[in-house]
């Protein structure tokens, strides 16, 4: 079983995106998918 830990930053830096922790969370924000009930009321 591989163990190795790896950072979403360096993940970023590998896909040419930003990588500082906002544009991370602003990526995962912006394509996560909402469950369906949650997606319902907005």
Do not use: C, T
Request: charged share 20%.
């Amino acid at each position: 079983m591989n163990s190795n830990y790896h950072r979403f930053s360096e993940l970023f830096l590998q896909l040419g995106l930003p990588s500082d922790i906002n544009e991370i969370q602003r990526f995962l924000d912006n394509h996560s998918q909402r469950p369906q009930a949650l997606s319902q009321r907005f």
